[in-house]
Nanobody, 123 residues
């Protein structure tokens, strides 16, 4: 079992930056693919980005590519989501999730989820 806890959310203005962190405990976290997802009010939870266990592969949604960057430190069981040039449409609850799949960007493949952290971007 892997437990995930997100932190770093908050209220920022358009154009600001924010870094979210996902701390893991239990299980073989260092071997898991980790993804970030987000869910805005009234919308489906959507994929934001993912990083493979060795950081050799990363993928981002078109809406955040070039603005968001995922990194991980397996020694610390930590994954970060650096968000730059934030926009009001980035407002959502952000979740980190872990998958034992070698690689996946599909929500269905992510078994372990954190509780989420709220990011609000004001215009």
């Amino acid at each position: 079992q892997v437990q995930l806890v997100e932190s770093g959310g908050g209220l920022v203005q358009t154009g600001d930056s924010l870094r979210l962190s996902c701390a893991a405990s239990g299980g073989a976290f260092s071997t898991y693919t980790v993804g970030w997802f987000r869910q805005a009010p009234g919308k489906e939870r959507e994929f934001v980005g993912a990083i493979s266990w060795a950081s050799s592969r990363m993928h981002y949604a078109d809406s955040v590519r070039g603005r968001f960057t995922i990194s991980r430190d397996n020694a610390k069981n930590m994954v970060n989501l650096q968000m730059n040039t934030l926009k009001p449409e980035d407002t959502a609850v952000y979740y980190c999730a872990a998958s034992s799949a070698t690689w996946s960007v599909l929500r269905i493949d992510y078994v372990y989820w954190g509780q989420g952290t709220q990011v609000t971007v004001s215009s």
